[in-house]
């Protein structure tokens, strides 16, 4: 079975055709190993925007605490300041310290 020219041109267009298509397919931008490579970061990303998500409820709690009441005051002042009320008396235990190994 002879081919004639213009088919054989047809059939060597379209091959090379098919050949630049899988090759886009796999190896270009937007292959399948460039959108799992995508999917993968996606995924990453939505983990870290959850995590911040939370972070972020949890500052807004405290700084509607901060703002409501004083209950949230007072104990950041008790915890980061070292304050206490009036009437109320402070005692500071100390450990000892606790001996070194002296092998001289």
């Known amino acids: ?3 004639s020219p ?4 047809m059939l060597a ?3 090379l055709l098919l050949v630049v298509l899988q ?3 796999w190896f270009g931008e937007g292959s399948l190993r460039h959108v799992a490579t995508l999917k993968k970061e996606v995924q990453a990303l939505s983990e870290q925007n959850h995590t911040l998500s939370e972070r972020n409820r949890l500052m807004a709690a405290d700084v509607r605490d901060l703002k ?11 915890k980061d300041l070292g304050m206490i009320r009036d ?3 402070f005692f500071l235990i100390l450990e000892p310290d606790t001996p070194r190994d002296d092998k001289r």
Do not use: I, Y
């Open 1 to 3: 079975m002879k081919l």
């Open 6 to 9: 213009a088919r054989q041109v």
């Open 13 to 15: 267009v379209l091959a």
């Open 23 to 25: 090759v886009r397919l």
């Open 68 to 78: 409501e009441g004083s209950d949230a005051v007072e104990e950041l002042a008790r």
């Open 87 to 89: 009437g109320e008396t």
